[in-house]
């Protein structure tokens, strides 16, 4: 890039000080010669790179290079992925919003995993085994594997396994899933640090990736992966989940852990960090106030459904440029938006390196 630079000098006038170019201050003086300079904008190359991890046959995740979407800088081989929620009961207690979007399929987990690919896009399914939890219906491991196994069987996109929260239950579900369906590459989470011997050795046993959980702290999701490691799990078997907070709701501290999460990976090459990261954002999302209230009760909230959208889909956009891979999603209109924006970023990068 090459400019010309005008001398310029700095006038202390009346009112105050302000520049001025010497031809303006000094009319009678010619100017015989620009200076021409040259100028090229800094590129900041990363020491480290985010390994690559493979969930179903053959979807890649992770592989950056570089921060997100400074394509400029380095590569993001593979885009975002958004991976639409089904819950293996029906939620009622849903706002009506998304309620509407799913009432004809909610009470069957395969036809709302097929209603998600088909007619939604969605690049993956995350099943939550919320029937699993033991203060809500407690269902058992082995009829969870077995709704987990119909899913699976019913789509085409690859599937992420999350149970109820409870780290006990979860461990013992998460292992009846593994056993239940060998040959499919299917993430286990949440993994935490009081099962992850157990989930962890489940997941090595037939080669699935896990999710580790800790709660939005660095160290912790550090230790949880050198525990993982230490225990036998392939590096790129392992994705971090940082613990998501929704806008207004802990986003600006959950963006701060993801950011410093990228810069150990990426300009400190430390590889303990250097896992792809899901936000399991939609049940955040959608049990904040501002997504539920009705306009009867705040009027100058504005439309409940437009809001609901907004809520996830401006969470999940700040996600993006915090360095997210996978995005748990819900409503449909929130991942076209969101979608929309990564298109758009993704070619703004790319026309920036054009350029």
């Not at 409870?166 to 040959?183: F, G, R, S």
């Amino acid at each position: 890039m090459v400019c010309a630079l005008e001398p310029f000098i700095f006038l202390r006038a009346k009112g105050g000080p302000r520049h001025t170019s010497l031809a303006t201050a000094f009319p009678g003086i010619l100017l015989k010669e620009r200076v021409a300079l040259t100028f090229e904008p800094p590129i900041e190359k990363c020491k480290g790179s985010i390994r690559e991890v493979i969930i179903g046959a053959d979807k890649k995740v992770g592989g950056e290079t570089t921060f997100p979407f400074h394509l400029w800088e380095g590569d993001m081989p593979n885009p975002p992925m958004i991976a639409m929620e089904v819950y293996d009961e029906p939620q009622p207690e849903w706002p009506e919003a998304v309620c509407k979007v799913y009432d004809d399929v909610m009470s069957d987990p395969v036809a709302w995993a097929k209603k998600c690919q088909d007619d939604f896009s969605a690049d993956a399914i995350c099943l939550q085994l919320r029937s699993t939890d033991p203060n809500g219906s407690d269902a058992s491991p082995e009829s969870a594997a077995e709704t987990v196994k119909k899913v699976i069987e019913g789509v085409n996109i690859p599937v992420v396994v999350y149970g109820c929260g409870t780290p006990d239950k979860d461990a013992e579900t998460l292992k009846k899933v593994a056993e239940l369906l060998p040959d499919e590459n299917v993430p286990l989470g949440p993994v935490e640090e009081s099962n992850h011997r157990l989930i962890g050795a489940a997941a090595m046993g037939y080669k699935k990736p896990v999710v580790g959980f800790t709660s939005m702290d660095v160290n912790l999701a550090k230790q949880l992966n050198v525990l993982l490691t230490q225990l036998g799990v392939p590096e790129d078997k392992i994705i971090i989940d940082p613990t998501t907070g929704a806008l207004g709701y802990g986003l600006e501290y959950c963006y701060s852990i993801m950011e410093r999460d990228r810069l150990a990976a990426l300009m400190q090459n430390d590889g303990k960090m250097q896992m792809p990261i899901l936000n399991n954002m939609a049940p955040e999302t959608w049990k904040a106030k501002e997504s539920r209230v009705s306009e009867e009760e705040e009027p100058t909230y504005g439309n409940v459904e437009t809001r609901g959208i907004l809520w996830e889909a401006i969470t999940a956009t700040t996600l993006l440029l915090a360095g997210t891979d996978i995005l748990v999603m819900r409503h449909p209109d929130a991942v076209k938006l969101v979608r929309t924006a990564i298109e758009g970023l993704q070619s703004q990068s790319k026309e920036k390196v054009a350029s």
